[in-house]
């Protein structure tokens, strides 16, 4: 039977999502990505956010429909949404032949072995069933792709329901991270995303203290890997030692992604993250000082339970001072179970939409002139493929996460004869937006 797997939610999801992907064809089902074409889907959810969840039900949704259609016969759901709610996901979607929870997905075949002969499958295995490791079927461009070097998260942020979906934070032991990436570099990924929910906290429950800089060093010595980007290092784990190893390693792109929340005080405690507007000024005029050509990314959340008017401020003062070059920003979203959820002073929908829109609308300026300040200078960028729209040839700087961040517009035309994962030099001619880029490339 054809199966067709839909990722949602963020780059970890992916990687399970890819797991699942091989667990399937080993166990003789064909793929196809797309789920008009299969005979079963299965939705990896997310369950985050209010805006992932909605994204996960109408997804569920749109499957249905094509199973009332005909064309689609079995659907399963998975996930953080079926993890996080369980019976009421398999109760509310009886479109859904089986839900399961994240303990479950290495028993993927046996699931859809099962409802192929018209069972019902609701099965929650503890989520410590969840695999660190194991065979992948790349779902990225194929040049580039995640290695997840922890799962869950034990930081115990009082907005947060990661913890109570994903399970404590758990590293995947050296040797098999390392392991990991050999094969994916022997298998043509030229380009390695470390990720995990806090990146910097890499090796603490395994060895005692921090191993994320020491895993790096060993990533940069496997052949063929040419980029290694981190992402998601919570601030107040990042060391000298990491600094160092980040500025000093020719193979790790000078990219930083520190999600920080918050710059007031008062509300840092309240959401019980471990920093403060001083040190957070501190560290980023560090890592600025010693990582040349630095790119920071964070990630800003408004609306938080009793955001004054001033608070909301101060944290508008604060992105324009330290201008990151990459900023995303969230309206806080009321999940419950957590325990911002049961706090007083709710702050009106309304307002944190529209403070979300305003750290946005002042990021935008911002961005334009970081890029403008980039025409005339020469870079290197990697392919992605041939925008028969645009005319252009897509490629994405050392400056740029995949799917996040923006893209470089390369002149030319389907002729010219680029492969995708292929690293060019480009002189960069314009802006073309306030976030992508266009240039010429003078060596490939």
Known sequence: MIVSMVSLGCAKNLVDSERMLSLLREGGYVLTPDPADADIAVVNTCGFIQSAKEEAIETILELAELKA?????????????????????????????????????????????????????????????????????????????????????????????????????????????????????????????????DTARYGEDLYGKQMLPELLRRLCKIEGLRWIRVLYCYP?????????????????????????????DEILKAMRR???????????????????????????????????????????????????????????SEEEGTIAARMENQVDEEIRQRRAEIIMEQQMPIAAALNAARIGTDTEAVIEGFDAEAGAWLARTAADAPEIDGRLYI?????DGYRIGQYVQVHITAAVDDYDLSGEVTLR
Request: hydrophobic content about 40%; charged content about 25%; some cysteine.
């Open 236 to 264: 107040e784990r990042i060391s000298d030692e990491l600094i160092d190893v980040i500025a000093s390693e020719p193979k790790i792109v000078k990219y930083m992604d520190i999600p920080v929340q918050h710059c007031n």
């Open 274 to 332: 471990k920093c403060d507007a001083q040190s957070l000024r501190a560290l980023f005029a560090k890592l600025r000082s010693r990582i040349p050509n630095l790119t920071l990314r964070t990630t800003m959340l408004v609306g938080f339970p009793g955001e004054t008017d001033a608070q909301f401020e101060e944290l508008s003062e604060f992105v324009q001072e330290i201008r990151f070059d990459r900023l995303g920003c969230f309206a806080y």
């Open 411 to 415: 002149t030319g035309t389907p002729e």
């Open 69 to 197: 259609s005909g064309s689609l016969k079995k659907i399963v759901v998975t996930g953080c949404l079926a993890e996080r709610y369980k019976n009421e996901v398999a109760e509310q979607f009886p479109e859904a032949d089986a839900v399961i929870g994240i303990g479950d997905q290495p028993e993927i075949v046996r699931v859809l072995d099962e409802i192929t002969k018209g069972e019902r499958v609701a099965r929650f295995a503890p989520k410590c069933n969840m695999p660190l490791t194991g065979r992948r079927i790349i779902a990225t461009l194929p040049f580039y792709a995640y290695l997840k070097v922890a799962e869950g998260c034990s930081n115990g942020c009082t907005y947060c329901a990661i913890p109570a979906i994903r399970g404590k934070f758990r590293s995947v032991p050296m040797e098999d991270a390392v392991a990991e990436a050999e094969t994916l570099a022997q298998s043509g990924i030229t380009e390695l995303i470390v990720i995990a929910q």
